[in-house]
């Protein structure tokens, strides 16, 4: 039986005990083998001998295995535990035919020890624990379910093991009480190994659902054999796990305490995939704990809803886990702990918070309110809570009326006061003073809307700005017919008499006019003076007496009232007038009624100094001087970095200005050049006027500069000195003709680029051709009135436009070609030629070709054809214009006139015209 070869690294001893062994097997006497066993477990002690002895023993234990006693099975027992692999499986084969042959007797520690040997690295250690196992199992399957978790890991070590699988599973069928780890494990598990295995082995397949549907009572009707493996893994995977533990009742039978049992829950939660927590139940005097754990991905889906929840699906939902009894604890502990979102739990339904935010804000977002009597089902405090979060968390402010059963949402509020102020020229607060409490009411009337509504109110009435803007013109229209109607106008705009008389009155200085005798009619000083010196004109003392007396009867005011009012009030207005040290001009016309000359007569009369700046009038001799100078340094300081100041865009007068201006330059702190440009008068700066010169590098007149402007001696001596800054600072450089002030720059012979040349004269050549076009414009927009006579004035502009044209383009004509001439010679003499020596190339073309000549370079040529279009252009106009004046003038006189309609309309057809 047992090979002496194998055993000959060992001691003689040990060969001689298995010879003996073999001796008696062979003879099958069997009486005389234990003699041997005995003699072999003596040489246990030798840690050498053990791999052989356990061997050994294991071969006679599986061939006789009552010849293993109690006290081998005492002494072998600790190899369990051995680092070595073989002595450990030579251990399990000892043990496990020992057990078989007594199962009535079989040692719980020893079973549950080789539970742990299915999770052994060793394939055979494993195989044969499966071995003994399978055989435990069916007499004390509770010895294994002690281990299921063990059982759990091994699942995923044997998925390539079906016949191991099928034994995993087949444990498991005996267990219960699994932990929410245990079923979420075997659940996963489960999963990937019938995707695995689905049609590959039906009885694997059958060992699995049958577990599965004892484990899961979602799946215990169902008849998953029947169904395609995407429906079977997905009824699977939507099993929803939950589990319950009563702590009293574990309490009692493990004797823990709850700290240590806390503990131990923690310790074992699936954090990541489940709740877990504990609630506190007290009924009827008794107080139970139960921990709970339930699956977190399929937990908050059935609550994040929005809509209410009935009370008996929740029950339904959680039936393994809670009653009725228990019901409101749990979903309370589950809101407090932040696993459930908030909401309310009522005798039928749940209504979680995001629900009832989004029936609240649709009732206010539909109504603009929220009233309570809608949710008489929920607990007042409860619904004032969610209000409140709602306005924290929409930022939505929220107002209650008197008997705070109402919320009104403030923003709608201002909705609707906007509307109606869009269509109102005022608005009664009245029905929200009714309705709010006085805080809230209060609180709408600091957030009323100021783009819409004015300051100016009157109890609950508030003025719009569309009611302001109407009074205001009503108050512009009074100024005009002369009076303002207190009652008209309150019914016609339909504003409160006293809020009407309050906005007037921040407008109009009652010292301006007079109030009837009744005060609802103000006349204003101008109107009233105006009547009183047409009355003064008659000389008939008896009629004038009478025309005052109807007159102050008209108007429902005392005759000798009138007269001495607005003197009174003149008198009052003189005297603010000489306590100011400035005041508003227009503002003044108003409250006196006069005319600008008028009033400006009437402040010398007050023997009063001044100083007009724009709208003001200045009286302080300070303020004056300080006025001109600030003004001045206002001038000095643009000029530094403008080029031009426009006369009026410093908020003063031109006249004013252009003094100020004219001081500076007669003190040599200004330099610059007045010039009328698009319809205003500009200063030019001496900044500007560098600039002016600098753009025109190459060729300029000073006339040029200023097109249209007869330059005095002044201001040429003025540009003068500028020219010379600029020479001196080596900015411009080449000749000034001092008779025609015209300036040709040499620097254009320097340049490097054949194209420099080119687009030099080109620009020069656009910027005359764009003077003759907004010239040309100018008497079309005269020739071609339609059914209008030419005005005498209008002819002299033509012939003005026209002079100024004849008498530039010759300047200009002379400077271009002076400036091909040069420009040609230096192209020449760079490749090697002079003019004349270019000329005497005439008879060899081919040669000519290759050689470029400015002066017959076709651009050229084609700039210089359209600057003489123009020229000829004006000629054909200064001859042709007073024909068109006289058909125009026949035409007026006679719309029929078909002769001469045809002949203006050929003249303008021939000058570009039409």
Known sequence: MFSLENFEEYSSSLSSIIKKLNKYIEKEKISKLPKYIGKLIDLIGDEELHVPITYILSILAENYPQLITEEIFEKVEGFLDSPNDKIKLNTILVLGFYLLEDLDNVSERIVKKFVHFVRAENKDIRNNSYYFINEFANLYPHLICTKKNIIIDALEIEKENPTNLKSLYRYLTHCDNFTFKDIYRLREISLNLISEYFNKDKDLLSSIFSLLKTKFGSLREIELKELRKEEVLERIRNTFLMKKYNYNEISSNKKINFQEYLKKFKENALKDEEIYFYVNYKEEGKKETIFYEIEKDKFEP?????????REEILNEFSKIIDESKIERFMNTLMKI?????????????????????????????????????????????????????????????????????????????????????????????????????KDFNKLLNNLPKDYLTEYHKGTSWLTNIGKQKIKQEIDNSKVIGYFDLNRI??????????????????????????????EVFYYSRYLTNKIDEINKISDEEEKRERINSLAKDLNIKREHIINKIDENLQSLGEEIKKKDQISLSRYLDKTGMELKNFMDFIDELDLDYFKKGDQLIFDKKKIEKAKNDIKQLIYQQSKSNDYLSLGNIDIKSDLMKNLIEELQQQKKLKGIFYEEQGEIRFYTERGIKQLMLESTFLFSFHDLFYGKELNEFEISVLKDIFNELREEKKLKGSFDEETLTYSSEEILFAK????????????????????????????????????????????????????????????????????RRVNQKVLKDQGYSEKQYRSLSMEPEKKKEIKSFSEDPQVNDLLEGFNQWIKLFNEIELKYPNIIFYQKKLIRNPNDVKAEKKLNELLYSLNLS
């Not at 977002?365 to 405090?381: A, D, E, H, I, T």
């Not at 929200?432 to 409490?437: A, G």
């Not at 016609?492 to 009837?516: A, E, H, N, P």
């Open 490 to 519: 309150s019914e016609k705009l339909k504003v409160g008499k006293i809020l009407l008389m309050d906005i007037f009155q921040t407008y109009i200085d009652f010292r301006s006019g007079v109030w009837d005798n009744d005060r």
């Open 338 to 438: 932040g696993q459930l979102p908030s909401g309310y739990l009522s005798e039928f339904y749940f209504y979680p918070l995001k629900f009832l935010k989004s029936e609240i804000m649709s009732s206010y977002k539909q109504k603009g309110m929220v009233n309570l009597k809608n949710y008489n089902f929920l607990p007042p405090q409860f619904i004032y809570d969610t209000i409140n979060e709602m306005s924290r968390t929409t930022q939505e402010e929220f107002l209650m009326d008197k008997n705070e059963k109402v919320f009104y949402s403030l923003s709608q509020l201002k909705d609707h006061i906007r509307s109606q102020a869009t269509k109102n020229t005022s608005i009664d607060l009245k029905f929200f003073r009714k309705r709010l409490r006085d």
């Open 753 to 820: 680029d054949y194209n420099a040349y080119l687009d030099e004269f080109e620009r020069t050549v656009n910027h005359y051709i764009k003077i003759f076009n907004e010239e040309f414009e100018k008497i079309k927009k005269i020739l071609t009135k339609k059914d209008q006579t030419i005005f005498p004035q209008e002819i002299k502009e033509i012939q003005d436009i026209i002079d100024l044209i004849n008498e530039r383009y010759v300047k200009w004509r002379s400077g271009l070609n002076a400036y091909i």
């Open 302 to 310: 059935f609550f994040d809803v929005n809509e209410k929840i009935a």
